[in-house]
């Protein structure tokens, strides 16, 4: 296959697939609640779709406690979903070990 067809593969898969995102009763707002940035923090994480998981570059803009809302592009599509904390790592962290939430409550 060459360039053009795998980004039209991409495309077409970027579109039906849909990330699984953590639900309300998961994210629990009330107890735990949203920390907004921006300029967004460039991340690594783990996106969960339907049987399989990818590891993507991406950023947030916002979190919590356990939860980080990850953004990111996949075949010419913006999306959004919310995931764990311990799937979620800085890009400009050289380890690459440390979650999101664990260096933003140190922080503090």
Same mark, same amino acid.
């Given at each position: 296959?060459? %360039?053009?067809?795998?980004?039209?593969?991409?495309?077409?898969?970027?579109? %039906?697939? @849909?990330?699984?995102?953590?639900?309300?009763?998961?994210?629990? /707002?009330?107890?735990?609640? &949203?920390? %907004? &940035? &921006?300029?967004?923090?460039? $991340?690594?994480?783990?996106?969960? /779709?339907?049987?399989?998981?990818?590891? $993507?570059?991406?950023?947030? /803009?916002?979190?919590?406690?356990?939860?980080?809302? &990850?953004? =990111?592009?996949?075949?010419?599509?913006?999306? !959004?979903? =919310?995931?764990? +904390?311990?799937?979620?790592?800085?890009?400009?962290?050289? !380890? *690459? @070990?440390? +979650?999101?939430?664990?260096?933003?409550? @140190? *922080?503090?």
């Amino acid at each position: 296959m060459d %360039r053009e067809a795998l980004a039209r593969l991409a495309a077409r898969y970027a579109r %039906r697939a @849909k990330p699984v995102s953590l639900t309300l009763e998961e994210l629990d /707002f009330e107890h735990h609640p &949203v920390t %907004r &940035v &921006v300029p967004g923090v460039p $991340v690594w994480a783990w996106i969960r /779709f339907p049987g399989s998981a990818e590891l $993507v570059a991406g950023e947030t /803009f916002g979190w919590t406690l356990r939860a980080v809302q &990850v953004c =990111w592009t996949h075949g010419g599509i913006r999306r !959004t979903t =919310w995931v764990w +904390a311990s799937a979620v790592s800085r890009r400009d962290d050289p !380890t *690459g @070990k440390t +979650a999101l939430g664990e260096r933003t409550v @140190k *922080g503090r």
